[in-house]
């Protein structure tokens, strides 16, 4: 049996956490509040982002306004940002020796399908993704069915076995949907928020980076050699 590997994708595939803090700043500065440094950015990112911008000070109103026309002000400054940003140490080595062992990847996120696609294509990992789990659209994100049930069902239509089922990801939400689905949980430091935040959500595996992940994979009988 082959394993099914979950990855997040922001902070924990893509390296995009200080264009995030960037974007954030900027949202920030438009309402006439104070920068913030990635300290900061760590301990009070949370998703939906309106309770990152609520912790950072920001008014109902003002997230109201940065909300409005699909979050426009986000992503608009966050997509140029998130251009430049490469993938994270060790990810694409992992990802090109799973597609080798015909194992599945795939992505659960809380991105939007067509920028993330679009993100793959431009990494040339495309072919390493078998199926992209995201937000329809700017004007669904947040508003319709989340990471997990997306995954709950992907995971029913495609007959997915939890016991052999390993999610990555860079914040508590990942440990979470591990427990209400019975997977393996691996948190990735360095991401979008701390190490304290990460720990404390008692994931099964923490790593710094992808490279760690491979003994992991075969101390559960995955991928041994010889």
């Known amino acids: 049996m082959k394993p099914v590997l979950v990855f997040d994708w922001n902070g924990t595939l893509l390296d995009d956490t200080y264009a995030l803090l960037e974007t954030s700043n900027v949202i920030l500065e438009r309402f006439g509040h104070p920068r913030i440094g990635i300290e900061a950015l760590r301990e009070h990112c949370d998703v939906?982002?309106?309770?990152?911008?609520?912790?950072?000070?920001?008014?109902?109103?003002?997230?109201?306004?940065?909300?409005?026309?699909?979050?426009?002000?986000f992503h608009d400054t966050y997509e140029a940002l998130a251009d430049k940003a490469d993938l994270r140490e060790g990810a694409r080595k992992l990802l090109e020796f799973a597609r080798g062992e015909s194992a599945r990847a795939i992505i659960v996120s809380n991105h939007i399908v067509a920028p993330l696609r679009t993100q793959l294509k431009r990494l040339g990992i495309q072919d390493c993704i078998n199926d992209v789990l995201a937000f329809e659209s700017r004007a669904t994100q947040y508003k319709s069915m989340g990471k997990g049930e997306r995954l709950r069902l992907y995971m029913r239509k495609h007959n997915v076995k939890p016991s052999s089922t390993f999610i990555i990801g860079d914040m508590p939400i990942e440990v979470e949907i591990a427990r209400s689905l019975g997977l393996t949980s691996i948190s990735i430091t360095g991401g979008f928020v701390s190490d304290a935040r990460l720990h404390a959500a008692h994931p099964d595996y923490t790593v710094n980076s992808h490279e760690e992940l491979l003994p992991i994979l075969r101390k559960h009988g995955f991928f041994l050699e010889g």
Not at 53 to 69: C, F, P, T
């Open 48 to 73: 939906p982002l309106s309770l990152l911008y609520r912790r950072l000070g920001m008014s109902q109103e003002e997230v109201e306004a940065v909300d409005r026309d699909g979050s426009a002000l």
